[in-house]
């Protein structure tokens, strides 16, 4: 008999994103303050809750996998690239120094919370519903990039619409590799480093110009062709 988790695995994935964000806010409230920012409490947070569910649903990651897909995650460098040449032709200088620590906090966070919930319990789950490889990592992605409309609060709906395409390519992407390798650890590393990549730049507003706009619709376009072309390989797979 399917347990819930498995009969409704999307609704799981939903319902767990968000009990989680609400236990990372536990620590988050009790460390932050005083020399420690907000963003770096709500990211140990993160980490904390992250790490908590993967003993939880330790069932889901197999370890010994770890850092067997490298050679796969190589196209997360053309994002990270983006995101450096991006910033830099806005204006935007790199943080200070003393600011790295936060920095790698901050982008590792997202990393291994996203991931473990997203990557490792919800394709988990979808695959143990008897769904096919296919559906299994489009529904995934499409969550994840359901999730980032939660980032609704000060921005306005075209930033809004893109971000969540983004996190959706990102999605497909990462959610590709993980199911063909089983391997947590890489994805958690190109998540990191993707969002690693924006955290070293100090904050300030951005702008893209008509030729930016379309090196980001190039870099998508490239990263959701990679994906696709990872797919067909999937796609004759079934749970």
């Not at 806005?90 to 991931?115: D, M, Q, R, T, W």
């Not at 979808?126 to 609704?152: C, D, K, M, P």
């Not at 990549?197 to 190039?218: E, G, H, L, R, W």
Request: hydrophobic residues 55%; aromatic residues 10%; glycine residues 8%.
């Amino acid at each position: 008999m399917k347990s819930f988790s498995t009969k409704y695995p999307i609704v799981f994935g939903f319902v767990l994103f968000f009990v989680a964000i609400f236990a990372a806010a536990i620590p988050a409230a009790v460390i932050g303050g005083g020399a420690i920012s907000v963003d770096v409490a709500g990211a140990i947070g993160r980490i904390l809750v992250g790490l908590v569910l993967i003993v939880v649903f330790h069932s889901c990651f197999h370890w010994s996998r770890s850092f067997s897909a490298l050679g796969l995650a190589l196209p997360a460098l053309g994002v990270v690239a983006w995101n450096v040449i991006y910033h830099l032709m806005s204006g935007c200088g790199f943080v200070s120094p003393s600011l790295l620590p936060n920095a790698v906090l901050c982008a590792l966070a997202p990393g291994i919370f996203e991931e473990v919930i997203f990557r490792g319990i919800l394709i988990d789950r979808l695959q143990r519903s008897g769904e096919g490889s296919r559906y299994v990592l489009i529904a995934s992605a499409l969550l994840f990039g359901v999730i980032h409309l939660t980032n609704a609060l000060g921005m306005d709906l075209p930033s809004l619409l893109v971000q969540a395409l983004y996190s959706t390519v990102i999605g497909l992407f990462l959610g590709a590799i993980y199911i063909r390798s089983s391997d947590i650890a890489t994805v958690i590393l190109a998540h990191t480093a993707i969002d690693f990549s924006n955290q070293i730049f100090a904050t300030q507003p951005t702008s893209a110009s008509i030729p930016m706009i379309v090196v980001f619709v190039a870099v998508l376009a490239a990263l959701l062709a990679y994906s696709l072309w990872l797919m067909r390989g999937l796609s004759q797979e079934t749970s």
